[in-house]
């Protein structure tokens, strides 16, 4: 898209607005998002979630610390919290799973960021260890 703006000397300029990319030198690390296949019981009659093998994705991972949760059996557990950007062509949906450095992560939050004209610039996932 083309906009043309004035210039104090009454002259126009030709601005060519186009999408942004997420430069590659920011994606500098290697998920893989395995997709959710589906669901079994197990002998105990609980359910347990199976998984495909995954499609590998450039990301940035961006540690955001980790939390601590206290279950009632009186054991502690602490889980680590991340936020990943990935490219906004990647497919990847709540029922997904990210894994990284070989630890499984639950996709809490998928935001779509977008630039001021509406479209997709790239998507932001918040994960955690936690079951």
């Given amino acids: 898209m083309a906009l043309k703006a004035p210039s104090s000397e009454g002259v126009f300029y030709w601005y060519n607005i186009s999408m942004p990319k997420v430069p590659t030198s920011l994606l500098n690390e290697t998920i893989s998002i395995q997709s959710l296949s589906g669901s079994a019981v197990d002998d105990r ?72 004209f509406g479209n997709e610039f790239y998507k932001e996932l918040r994960i955690d260890s936690g079951y």
């Fill in 45 to 116: 009659g609980l359910s347990t979630s199976t998984y495909g093998s995954g499609t590998s994705v450039e990301a940035r991972v961006i540690e955001l610390g980790g939390f601590i949760e206290t279950e009632d059996e009186g054991r502690t557990e602490v889980n680590e919290e991340l936020k990943v950007i990935i490219p906004a062509s990647t497919s990847v949906s709540m029922a997904d799973r990210v894994v990284l450095n070989s630890t499984n992560y639950n996709i809490r939050n998928i935001k779509s960021v977008k630039d001021r």
